[in-house]
């Protein structure tokens, strides 16, 4: 009885790991219990941390505290197994051995015969052996599932540049056709507005022909010795003398010129546009009106000097066209000198303004009241405009000043390469203080 006894209470104090008697013993949350030193290294080198007998995982490292009663037990059954030792006599082939030390005495340690001792280790070998076995192909698998993963991804990552490519060589294939889909719509557009330029060319070459004939036809009558008598047989020049038969064909001629230069202003103030004045752009000497449709040289004004200024006596119209046709009227009576017409927005503003053919801008100018010129060319005119119509044909290449009131054409610029937005450009000119005037048009 006391044998069994002691078998009972040894086996309710033994740690299941390192099969002795508790030493500080912990209980985790599984309710199991071992010695703090076998837990813990049990636990440090396994993953994750388990209950080596329920198995039970725990998420997080359990925080492990002495079990105060179970360790009182233990010491208690140390002491009584030491006192039982001791009164034993064990045959040679019974002999025992202590699991900690080789001490002669042992205050409370449990002595174990020798061939339990052989077992109990072997047993903890081939268990330690297994589990090594175990994490050995724990780990065999983990590779091989990595390898896997990795043979996978790289299928992936094959099929998907292949997919790519097969997506961009498509695009690029789309994108060349379209591409010369556009340089084939182009083209005929190209074709088509040069077809259309030479019928208007064509046009206006017959027109400038026949204004040449009766020009020369003109100019034959007022050759003519007896000139002056025709001029005498004008009605309102000598009412009692009817007019010969040539001079009243040189007045129809004068007609029909007139009515065709009226005819053609009409025509192109129907692309009249509302012009005003851009303050961001004019010199400090120049003033403005409030309605931005006056300019006239003053006293300087305190504007910022901001890139779009002009460092000459210059302005710019807030409007622009970069394609189409457009018309504005300015009066221009009572100046000395002046400049007008239309430049490129990309005109440099901080340098002297240099008026040229092919870059602009395309200025008419007046200087000393009465010399007119267009890019250096002298210009002859009749009579003194108190009116300047500036007209803009984008496609054409085409910018023309026209006397309003005489319905007279003063010039034109052709042939020019507009590429980008054209602007109205005003100079009142210094020391001329009598005003630009941006006027309505009659339609």
């Given at each position: ?39 813990t ?23 492990l ?5 179970i ?164 009605p ?17 001629l ?19 546009v ?29 504007r ?61 100018m ?72 941006i ?5």
């Amino acid at each position: 009885m006391s044998a069994a006894s002691c078998m009972l209470s040894e086996e309710q104090f033994l740690c299941s790991i390192c099969l002795d008697v508790f030493t500080d013993p912990v209980s985790i949350p599984c309710g199991h219990n071992f010695c703090k030193s076998c837990i813990t290294y049990h636990w440090d080198v396994n993953a994750p941390c388990q209950c080596p007998l329920c198995s039970k995982v725990f998420n997080r490292r359990p925080e492990l505290h002495i079990n105060t009663f179970i360790s009182e037990m233990a010491a208690q059954f140390r002491q009584s197994s030491s006192r039982q030792t001791s009164g034993d006599v064990l045959q040679d082939d019974q002999r025992c051995v202590c699991q900690f030390c080789t001490e002669s005495e042992h205050k409370q340690h449990v002595f174990v015969p020798m061939m339990e001792e052989n077992k109990v280790k072997r047993d903890k070998l081939v268990k330690l052996d297994a589990e090594i076995q175990q994490k050995i192909q724990k780990r065999r698998l983990k590779i091989e599932k990595i390898r896997q993963s990795v043979k996978l991804s790289r299928e992936d990552t094959d099929r998907e540049k292949s997919d790519s490519v097969q997506v961009f060589t498509a695009l690029i294939r789309s994108v060349e056709e379209g591409l010369a889909q556009l340089l084939n719509l182009l083209e005929e557009k190209q074709k088509t507005t040069e077809e259309k330029a030479e019928g208007f060319i064509k046009e206006l070459e017959d027109e400038i022909s026949e204004l040449m004939e009766r020009n020369t036809e003109v100019e034959q009558l007022l050759s003519t010795e007896d000139h002056l008598q025709f001029l005498q047989n004008l009605p309102s020049l000598n009412p009692d003398h009817p007019p010969t038969k040539d001079w009243t064909e040189v007045r129809k001629l004068s007609e029909e010129v007139e009515k065709q230069l009226e005819s053609e202003l009409m025509r192109i103030q129907q692309y009249a546009v509302d012009i005003t004045l851009d303050p961001d752009t004019a010199h400090p000497f120049l003033i403005l009106s409030d309605d931005g449709k006056q300019v006239y040289y003053g006293k300087r004004k305190n504007r910022p000097d901001n890139p779009e200024r002009f460092s000459e006596a210059s302005v710019l119209g807030k409007q622009s066209i970069c394609a189409g046709k457009f018309y504005f009227e300015v009066e221009v009576k009572n100046k000395s000198k002046w400049d007008l017409g239309v430049a490129r927005g990309s005109i440099n503003r901080k340098e002297t303004i240099s008026p040229r053919l092919k870059t602009g801008p395309w200025f008419l100018m007046l200087r000393n009241g009465g010399e007119y010129k267009a890019v250096g060319v002298l210009l002859s005119l009749k009579s003194k405009p108190q009116k300047v119509g500036v007209f803009v044909d984008y496609e054409e290449g085409v910018v023309s000043f026209y006397d309003v009131d005489a319905a007279a054409l003063i010039y034109s610029f052709t042939g020019c390469n507009f590429t980008e937005k054209l602007f109205p450009i005003f100079s009142p000119c210094l020391d001329d203080r009598a005003p630009l005037i941006i006027t309505p048009v009659s339609k």
